[in-house]
């Protein structure tokens, strides 16, 4: 067996059970290591620089030791260059799905692994086509509660996967975390380190 195909378990920075359930489907160990950094965007940060930075925070701020393998990952839905973190409250909610109603955003997440000093990042874009949402379907929906801790305020894979008509990309990515660029990337460190 190829020796690079035998991962070692990793460390997830991240609190997102959605993450974790998808390096667990790909058959890529990890535990679990939450932390905590400051995700609000910096005054006229473009997207694709923000959720690198926050993926980044996350990675050095994961306590380790040298010859720990971190992953750390930040997503956030984006539309008319505007960047869609959880919502604050159901207002918020509901302001977020009214933006999305009907047309297409980019989900985009930034990922960072770390080897020790090594450290590999990538951006990874999603575009995503919502159908056009009735005041009683965003109600709805809000009332469900599933929007609270989402990116963007919905789950592709939730209650919110009625009103998903077209995803153009990674899947995955729009749960929370392109898994096959999390694997491309974990072989190129471990190719990396065993050159």
């Known amino acids: 067996m190829n020796p690079l195909l035998a991962l070692p378990p990793l460390i997830l920075a991240s609190a997102s059970p959605r993450r974790a359930e998808l390096l667990a489907a790909a058959g890529i160990e990890c535990s679990v290591r939450p932390v905590e950094v400051d995700e609000r965007p910096l005054d006229g940060e473009a997207p694709p620089d923000y959720v690198v930075r926050v993926a ?13 393998l971190i992953l750390a990952a930040d997503t956030a839905v984006v539309i008319d ?28 997440t930034g990922v960072v692994v770390r080897e020790g000093e090594r450290e590999a990042v990538a951006t990874e874009a999603t575009a995503v086509s919502f159908e ?16 609270r801790d989402k990116a963007g305020a919905y789950a592709v894979q939730g209650l919110a996967s009625r009103f998903v008509t077209r995803v153009d990309g990674s899947y995955s990515n729009v749960v929370g975390l392109p898994v096959a660029q999390v694997y491309r990337m974990l072989v190129a460190l471990r190719s990396a380190s065993r050159a």
């Open 56 to 68: 980044r925070d996350k990675a050095r701020a994961c306590s380790r030791t040298p010859e720990d």
């Open 132 to 147: 056009s949402l009735s005041e009683d379907e965003i109600g709805w929906y809000v009332a469900s509660g599933e929007p």
């Open 81 to 108: 260059g505007l960047i869609l973190g959880k919502p604050a409250d159901d207002a918020d909610a509901a302001r977020m799905l009214r933006l999305l109603s009907g047309r297409v955003h980019t989900v985009l």
